[in-house]
Nanobody, 121 residues
């Protein structure tokens, strides 16, 4: 069993900031990648940002320069600092991890339930 606990979403005015957190626990040996994805009503889910265990990052073009992803490997936690938020950032933000359950074991994706971010005046 794996649990992902996401937090930090909410309502913010355009230009404001939010910081999302996602803490993973349970039957995890190691996590190679952690990331954030978002899905607005009626739209496809899209990648926001990912980060590997070595710290390599990848961002969607729409968030580059505004969002920063980071992680605490000791706590299996990933963060997403979102600045200069725009109404088009409004979405359900979901955390995903790519992990294994034991040394040498297979790798799996696991998704969180998501946290809502609404950017509106």
């Amino acid at each position: 069993q794996v649990q992902l606990v996401e937090s930090g979403g909410g309502l913010v005015q355009p230009g404001g900031s939010l910081r999302l957190s996602c803490a993973a626990s349970g039957s995890i040996f190691s996590i190679y990648a952690m990331g954030w994805y978002r899905q607005a009503p009626g739209k496809q889910r899209e990648l926001v940002a990912t980060i590997t265990s070595s710290g390599s990052t990848n961002y969607a073009d729409s968030v580059k320069g505004r969002f920063t992803i980071s992680r605490d490997n000791a706590k299996n936690t990933v963060f997403l600092q979102m600045n200069s938020l725009k109404p088009e950032d409004t979405s359900l933000y979901c955390c995903k991890i790519f992990y294994n359950r034991y040394n040498g074991g297979g790798w799996y994706d696991y998704w969180g339930q998501g946290t809502q971010v609404t950017v509106s005046s």
